[in-house]
């Protein structure tokens, strides 16, 4: 049965690396990507982690001061 009658696509792996390779060359963001093939963020994002190429990922990074690192530690008391 079709999700949302939406019909199961197929990529070849032909086609994942070369999108792949425009993300990293900076040609093209990821959510341009998206819009141009019609895919969805967590598709690409999974190809990302298929081919191992873990520096295309987007990284949180949390930046506290000393003050504030003991003002959550507190309160996580």
Not at 24 to 44: A, E, F, H, P
Not at 63 to 74: A, G, H, I, L, N
Request: with cysteine; charged share 30%; aromatic share 6%.
């Amino acid at each position: 049965m079709l999700k949302n009658r939406q019909p199961i696509r197929r990529f070849s792996e032909s086609l994942k690396l070369k999108i792949i390779a425009e993300i990293s060359k900076g040609k093209y963001t990821k959510g341009q990507i998206c819009d141009m093939y019609g895919l969805c963020r967590t598709t690409v994002n999974d190809w990302i982690r298929k081919y191992m190429r873990d520096d295309l990922m987007n990284h949180r990074v949390i930046v506290q001061t000393m003050d504030e690192q003991t003002k959550v530690q507190r309160l996580q008391k």
